[in-house]
């Protein structure tokens, strides 16, 4: 901590304004670029809180919109689950696709694939979450997914800003020093110059 501390106090000694007569032009420059920088940072919180919030929105609309247009049934399954997935071996209790039979809308018996433990036996009773028209489906968007893809979206837009903050300033002090360079290679050129006549 002590380590950040020093670095931020340093960079903040380095970029402050001031009259000192030794910063040069390029000096001036790279501390506006870094003010520039750290303003577009901060900008893009507002974006990022206006996704967040979008994304919020969309998820409690989908998550509002599966639980009225999905409901659980009852299946009973008809043949035992197997145990194999294309000729390999599953682990009891795992996941697998069996055929089951439960009530649909009105009474209406209905006989489909369901999601079962791996080797239930025919007539276990398994959970399944339905359509309006029976049909098996998703279960509805749960709150956690929501909030999950809201921090990831703000997050991004972040990111997003502060790679684009730190590349400008990075190219721009790349130009810069670029120039310093140029300026000491010939302040050095010069002195190697006078000496040579000396």
């Known amino acids: 901590m002590g380590d950040m501390?020093?670095?931020v106090v340093l960079r903040v000694r380095l970029y402050r304004p001031d009259r000192n007569p030794v910063r040069r032009r390029s000096d001036r420059l790279?501390?506006?670029?870094?003010?520039?920088?750290?303003a577009l940072l901060l900008?893009?919180?507002?974006?990022a809180v206006v996704v967040g919030r979008m994304a919020y929105d969309n998820g409690t609309r989908a998550e509002r919109a599966g639980a009225s247009a999905r409901r659980t049934v009852t299946a009973t399954l008809v043949r035992d689950a197997p145990t194999t997935i294309a000729e390999e071996h599953v682990d009891l209790g795992a996941k697998v696709e069996a055929v089951?039979?439960?009530t649909g809308p009105a009474g209406r018996p209905m006989t489909g694939p369901v999601t079962a433990p791996a080797g239930a036996r025919a007539g276990t009773r398994v959970s399944v979450w339905v359509d309006v028209r029976g049909v098996p489906a998703s279960p509805p968007r749960r709150h956690g997914e929501t909030v999950f893809d809201t921090v990831t979206a703000a997050l991004l837009v972040l990111a997003a800003?502060?790679?684009v903050s730190f590349s400008g300033f990075r190219g721009l002090r790349c130009l810069l020093d670029r120039g310093r360079y140029a300026a000491w290679d010939a302040a050095w050129a010069e002195v190697a110059r006078r000496w040579r006549r000396a």
């Not at 790279?30 to 750290?38: F, N, P, S, T, Y």
């Not at 900008?43 to 974006?47: A, T």
């Open 30 to 38: 790279e501390a506006v670029g870094a003010v520039v920088a750290l």
């Open 100 to 102: 089951a039979r439960w």
């Open 43 to 47: 900008l893009s919180v507002w974006p």
């Open 161 to 163: 800003g502060a790679v």
């Open 5 to 7: 501390i020093r670095w």
